[in-house]
């Protein structure tokens, strides 16, 4: 008999009677809370956009695939046993971020109680960073490290072979772990199908945070993969790299369409780790979105240092409403070191961002190595020197898979590995030479109040409120960070 791996990403297509048999492919998103027994489901929700991409390459394979997004429907563990039952799936992916790995682990466990014979592989941004613990717990088969999609299709089809050949993975062998290669990251982002949407149970069911859109017609799009600025507290280069590769502005174009034509979608926001890189194509986009009459309001995440007005001009008259901005501090010595940048080119962008009738969205966090009160306070009036329409504040989180955590991990300055804990709205799991935890969500408490609290600020997000949703979008935003940071205060005393 004769085996043929073929076509791209590993599509295989084996010779003979002895054909590869399709499987039931179960991926689930875990609700967050799911161990403490009380599943939550967030105010604000977006598509799952990785198992999307995942159910894709699968869909296209002709292996049949549900999702279930217990994480934005805050499904129990009853409800998501009855899933696992009710389908009976050859294979069960899970994908997890840090806060989400013990619910995660759990859902492996009850998958593996229902079934020992399901192969249960688990992906995302924590174990990709930490795959051996993802094994250790004895209910996981198989950890994809970065980019799945053609990885799980590899161990969809290719499993009569064992797993010692798949690249990118990490798999138990008896009492042993044993990691791959590392696997080629994908060039060709074309070759890759649109997101399986047509599996979720409906588009309009999900309420994205006010600054990304509205409910009814949303939809969240990724056009690249990688970073090239390799942010010390952020996981992205090692998921995926620091070469920024991008899907072509047709291939781009045609997606929106889908989405408008087919779904109805009239808010799209581009979660790329920075949109604006490629100028030229950022234009190419934004002239193929007014040639082809795609109406669609649209976000981004840009980059102080990359806009210009020409730019800024063409994604205006496209229809982008918002850009969301990295600032992350106020001070100089701390924009020097861990952004590269200067107060004088962050308001010059965010200025010419406002003249050119964007809004512009201000990220800030606040616990960086090095930061004092001072610095702290640097960062609150900056943020409200600034011509933003908005803005977020977060506690700095080493979450694994950053340079951050290396650097925790190194100073022995984690506080806690309850992955639960780590919230960038929560009590920073690590240790500060210069501050209490206390004192650094004093400061993010502070900056809500002293940026939002503003009469000109109240009155522009007055303006922005067009229904009842739109309006508790709003209070709950407030209540979270307010009514939170005093709950966890409590706890850090």
Known sequence: MVHVVEGFGGAFVRKG???VKKKRVLLVSPPKGLVAGEPERPKFQTHPLGLLYVASVLD????????????????TLGEIKREVLDFDPDVVGVTSMTILAKDAYLIARTVKEINAAIIVVMGGPHVSALPEEALRTGCVDVAVMGEGEHTMLEICEGEWRG?????????RCGERIVRTPARVKTEALDSIPFPAYHLLPSMDSYNPPPHWGKKGGFASMLTCRGCPYDCTFCSVTRDWGRKYRFRSAGNVLDELEMLHGRYGVRYVSFRDSVFTLHKRRVIEICRGMIERRIRIVWNCNGRVNEVDPE???????AGCKAIQYGIESGNEEILSRFKGLEKDTIRRAIDMTSRAG??????????????????????????????????????????????????????????????????????PPARHANLTSAEI???????????????????????????????????????????KNNKVKRRAH
């Open 358 to 427: 964007i809004e512009a969205h201000g990220y800030f966090m606040f616990g960086l190595p090095g930061e004092t009160k001072e610095t702290m306070h640097d960062t609150i009036e900056f943020a409200k020197s600034l011509d933003l329409h908005s803005a977020g504040f977060t506690s700095v989180t080493p979450f694994p898979g950053s340079a951050l955590w290396d650097y925790c991990i190194e100073n022995n300055l984690i506080l806690t590995t309850d992955w639960g804990e780590y919230d960038l709205k929560g009590l």
């Open 311 to 317: 730019m800024l001009s063409w994604m205006k008259r």
């Open 163 to 171: 797993f010692a050949w798949i690249k990118g993975i990490a798999y």
């Open 17 to 19: 009677k002895d054909r």
């Open 441 to 483: 969500l004093d400061a993010q408490k502070a900056a809500f109040r002293q940026f939002y609290l503003r009469p000109k600020v109240i009155f522009r997000h007055l303006k922005d409120i067009r229904s009842m949703n739109d309006m508790t979008n709003y209070l709950y935003e407030a209540l979270i960070n307010l009514r």
């Open 60 to 75: 296209g394979n002709g292996h049949q695939v549900r999702i279930y997004d217990a994480y934005s429907f805050g499904n």
